[in-house]
């Protein structure tokens, strides 16, 4: 069964840049589908962040972009501030099948 | 603006089913889809399927015949029924919804707020 995968954790100064990985295979994004981006607050529910690879809802800021390139797809938020630290998580499909990656836990030092 | 609650019981027995519903409120469950989600630290965020208002429906397959849900649109209800539970099952569950497009590919776009479900003996 197809799988995206989220390096687990990453960290960066307020002010810095930090980018997130989701790797899928040639059955997930690498066949074109869509990447959608997610954020999670502790003791809250997802949150969509980033729609159709490179897409943001209204009222999510422009700090945050996302990229698709092959079968992977990047997060990156820039001008990383405190309320920042959350869980980010990939999602996209196979043919039959929604799928999510593992999780990237965002910390602002 | 459309928001979601979850509500169902919060602990079950092993071999017992788990039924959920889900209310939509500030909108309605016509013209789009609705998915249930749980997560838990060992399996993550698991998509268990969705429904359309027309009544139709996509199951996650390794939940195999165990999952089915329904909509009620005069009420504005989903409802997720889970047969034959055992611990591996214990989660916190969401209902969510798809309003951006009827495509396959399109986002979870609204959340509710989920409700956590115990199966224990």
């Known amino acids: 069964q197809s799988v995206l995968t989220q390096s687990p954790s990453v960290s960066g100064a307020p002010g810095q840049t930090v980018t997130i990985s989701c790797t899928g295979d040639?059955?997930?994004?690498?066949?074109?589908?869509?990447v959608h981006w997610y954020q999670q607050l502790p003791g809250r529910a997802p949150k969509l962040l980033i729609y159709?690879?490179?897409n943001r809802p209204s009222g999510v800021p422009d700090r945050f972009s996302g990229s698709r390139s092959g079968a992977s797809a990047s997060l990156a938020i820039t001008g990383l501030q405190a309320e920042d630290e959350a869980e980010y998580f990939c999602q996209s499909c196979s043919s039959s099948l929604k799928i999510f990656g593992g999780g990237t836990k965002v910390t602002v030092l | 603006q459309v928001q979601l609650q979850e509500s169902g019981p919060g602990l079950l027995r092993p071999s017992e089913t788990l039924s959920l519903t889900c209310t939509v409120s500030?909108?309605?469950?016509?013209?789009?889809?609705w998915s249930w989600i749980r997560q838990s630290p060992g399996r993550g965020l698991e998509w268990l399927g969705y429904i359309r208002y027309t009544g139709a429906t996509k199951y996650n397959s390794a939940l195999r015949s165990r999952v089915s849900l329904s909509v009620d649109t005069s009420k504005n209800e989903i409802v997720l029924n889970l047969i034959s539970v055992t611990a591996a099952d214990t989660a916190m569950y969401f209902c969510?919804?798809?309003?951006?497009?009827?495509?396959?590919?399109?986002?979870?776009?609204?959340w509710g707020p989920g409700t956590r479900v115990t199966v224990s003996s």
């Open positions: 969510v919804g798809e309003t951006f497009s009827d495509v396959w590919t399109r986002p979870f776009d609204i």
């Open positions: 159709n690879n490179n």
């Open positions: 500030g909108g309605s469950v016509s013209p789009y889809h």
């Open positions: 040639s059955f997930t994004i690498g066949a074109g589908y869509f």
